[in-house]
């Protein structure tokens, strides 16, 4: 999509995000040019902060490609919020429903028209107490297969120092003013998964190369090693539920 078919209400609400973006905050970009300039494709996006969706918009929005994001379905019914969602062509999804399949072929049309379509594979906040990646869900892995389409990973880094996630306190840290960096990276090479059928390892496989390159990136982002492995809630629920029960042996035993 180039920037003569961007259309008016992504121009509108550019009109309203950038100019605060632009005041409040510093910009450090890098990989502007793994975004396709033409034909469809799918960004996966790393987050660790509730503004980090306007910033990698207003970067990747400057390269002339616009995104379409996946977002909760009850967003598309709140008032001004779902007139812009609806205006700008977000898809709307819809958990815990048997709708959710539609989110995943809009997607697919989205992207067979020339257009991309952003995910973001942890499907919330990084849980991570170092806001490193989590292990990744499988829907833009899913797509990828169905579509062949490039993936463009994208690490984010800094917005979290203005908007923490899951604060106690909803503040808000403008001052002084933080970098809000992005970083594409080239496509992710998933050649070797594109003639196997997406059975769950599959699918599993394409999310771990996904995700791995995301965190490359953030590594490079953040000056410093990435984990072994991810943080997974699987894994920290057990290693949670294992100390429970080893603080109760122990009051057991001093009984």
Same mark, same amino acid.
Request: glycine share 6%; charged share 30%.
């Given at each position: 999509m180039s920037r003569h078919r961007i259309g008016f209400w992504y121009r509108f609400t550019a009109v309203l995000a950038k100019p605060p973006l632009v =005041?409040?905050?510093? #910009?450090?970009?890098?990989?502007m040019e793994h975004i396709p300039a033409d034909g469809g494709f799918i960004t996966a996006i790393n987050h660790n902060s509730y503004?980090?969706?306007?910033?990698?918009?207003?970067?990747?929005?400057?390269?002339? #490609?616009?995104?379409?994001?996946?977002?909760?379905?009850?967003?598309?019914?709140?008032?001004?919020?779902?007139t812009l969602l609806r205006g700008t062509g977000q898809?709307?999804?819809?958990?815990?429903?048997?709708?959710?399949?539609?989110?995943?072929?809009a997607a697919v049309d989205a992207i067979n028209k020339g257009e991309c379509v952003a995910f973001y594979p942890e499907g919330t906040l990084t849980r991570d107490p170092d806001l490193w990646p989590m292990e990744g869900k499988t829907g833009a892995?899913?797509?990828? *297969?169905l579509t062949k389409a490039p993936v463009i990973p994208v690490a984010q880094w800094g917005a979290h120092e203005a908007m923490p996630p899951y604060a +106690?306190? +909803? +503040?808000? #840290?403008?001052?002084? #003013?933080?970098?809000l960096k992005v970083m594409a990276g080239p496509? =992710?090479?998933?050649?070797e998964f594109h003639d196997k059928e997406p059975t769950a390892e599959v699918l599993r496989a394409v999310t771990d190369k996904i995700m791995t390159a995301i965190? &490359?990136?953030?590594? &490079? *982002?953040?000056?410093? %090693?990435? %984990?072994?492995?991810?943080?997974?809630l699987k894994k920290a629920r057990a290693a949670a539920a294992a100390r429970r029960q080893a603080g109760t042996g122990r009051e057991e035993d001093g009984k």
């Open positions: =005041v409040l905050f510093k #910009r450090e970009w890098r990989g503004l980090d969706p306007l910033s990698y918009a207003h970067f990747q929005y400057n390269t002339g #490609r616009v995104p379409r994001f996946l977002a909760k379905a009850g967003l598309f019914r709140n008032g001004f919020v779902g898809i709307p999804v819809y958990r815990e429903s048997t709708d959710a399949a539609n989110a995943f072929r892995a899913r797509v990828a *297969l +106690k306190e +909803k +503040k808000v #840290r403008l001052f002084p #003013r933080k970098t496509p =992710v090479d998933l050649s965190t &490359e990136l953030l590594a &490079e *982002l953040r000056d410093e %090693p990435a %984990p072994a492995e991810p943080y997974t």
